[in-house]
């Protein structure tokens, strides 16, 4: 019984190790959107040296992944936000329909992944607000 | 006239903030302008027409963090294992700790192997189905090409390191050795000179034992057409009885071991000698 087990396990690992060299290997013929020379300065910036291209690219496939999945996120938040729309208010917009990445959209994907993002504080106000009244008399 | 010259001060410290226009960008600015590039291709490539300034820029950034976030890790775990070269396994556990984030099939194994990771599973499905958008335009390596400095790459503004050549042995973390001009020779003459004085050799015997070495090198041509300098390869086997060449001969039984001779070149002789008869009728 344990004999079928390791076997069955082993068969197992040699299936993944597969899996995972034809990976490698189709990255030699995959090119990501980040271009191998941008990946390999940050990667050099930040103490990585590997000659391996396939690690580089493998590097460059995880970032555009996490980019794609945070730009999926923030469309469905922008097609929801556009079908939610008043149906008078449709109309209008209907002529303007463009999906636009916008603030909002992507502080909602963001959040799911761990990054707090914030439209920045914008005060208004006069531009004699802040100085002495003695100032603001002359 | 205080208040105006008051309200004036920020828009005067907000003005040498900003960089003139006309000032070349820096590394980091050239980098950062490419990656958002390709995340504006990755976000048209998903469905969006249009993206605000702003909010792209807040995504290539993280997506920059992202990239440094995965090599520091991975270089991290490299170097606590004794390594100066990040590897596959280092590489699969820095991925696999920035996507436990959002989860991954597989993320409960707290003992499972790097190499069947759920999250390189992931990304192998990801390349399998996304579409292949390669990137606006080729980018230039920047490689040294001229004279000495052949095989270096330039890799920040100030740092050059080895690629290939014949120092490629050398590793990548090393800095580069300071590229010395053809200036030795005078300065070792200057060196000698000021040891020595003028009793060390000056140029002009130098000169003379040149033409010197000159006329011995063309005696020794006249002389080649006579005799080859180079002589051919000498054959021989040990213990052969007879059959090599030359070799060492056991002669009685006591163990004397005497050198003998044997040389056969009448055939080689013979087919250099017809060669050269063939040059001088050239000639």
């Known amino acids: ?138 | 006239m205080s208040s105006k010259s008051n309200l004036n001060r920020p828009l005067a410290a907000k003005a040498t903030a900003i960089p003139p226009p006309s000032t070349p960008l820096s590394e980091s600015d050239y980098a950062f302008t490419i990656t958002r590039t390709a995340v504006a291709q990755i976000c048209s490539s998903i469905g969006f027409t249009a993206a605000e300034a702003p909010v792209l820029g807040i995504l290539t950034d993280i997506a920059i963090r992202y990239l440094r976030t995965i090599a520091k890790s991975a270089a991290d775990s490299a170097n606590s294992a004794c390594r100066t070269q990040a590897n596959l396994v280092d590489t699969i556990a820095a991925v696999d700790e920035l996507s436990s984030v959002s989860g991954f099939p597989g993320a409960w194994r707290a003992t499972g192997c790097f190499l069947n990771s759920g999250a390189v599973k992931k990304l192998d499905t990801f390349t399998e189905d996304s579409k292949e958008i390669p990137f606006a335009k080729p980018l230039p390596r920047k490689i040294f090409s001229v004279g000495s400095r052949k095989g270096l790459r330039n890799v920040g503004s100030s740092k050059i390191e080895y690629i290939g050549g014949e120092k490629k042995h050398i590793p990548t973390w090393l800095p580069v050795m300071p590229v010395i001009e053809n200036h030795e020779k005078e300065i070792v003459e200057k060196r000698r000179r000021e040891l020595w004085g003028y009793c060390a050799k000056t140029e002009e015997p130098e000169r003379e034992k040149k033409e010197e070495k000159k006329t011995d090198s063309g005696e020794k041509e006249r002389k080649g057409l006579e005799l080859p300098l180079k002589r051919g390869k000498v054959r021989f086997k040990i213990g052969g009885g007879g059959g090599g060449v030359l070799g060492v001969c056991r002669s009685g039984g006591i163990g004397k071991r005497v050198l003998c001779e044997n040389w056969n070149f009448d055939d080689e002789n013979s087919s250099k000698q017809e060669q050269l008869d063939e040059v001088t009728q050239q000639q």
């Open chain 1, 1 to 138: 019984m344990n004999q079928s087990q390791s076997q069955q396990t082993s068969e197992g690992r040699h299936e993944d190790d597969a899996v995972l060299a034809d990976f490698l290997a189709s990255l030699m013929d995959y090119t990501p959107t980040i271009p191998d020379e941008l990946v390999e300065h940050y990667l050099g910036k930040s103490g990585f040296q590997c000659p391996d291209v396939r690690l580089i690219r493998l590097v460059a496939v995880a970032t555009q992944k996490f980019i794609a999945d945070v730009a999926t996120d923030a469309l469905q938040h922008c097609k929801a936000r556009q079908s939610t729309i008043v149906k008078d208010k449709r109309d209008k917009q209907q002529k303007d329909k463009r999906l636009t990445l916008t603030m909002d959209d992507l502080s909602k994907s963001l959040r799911e992944y761990g990054v707090n993002v914030k439209h920045q504080d914008y005060f208004a106000d006069s531009p004699s607000a802040g100085l002495d009244p003695a100032s603001r008399e002359e």
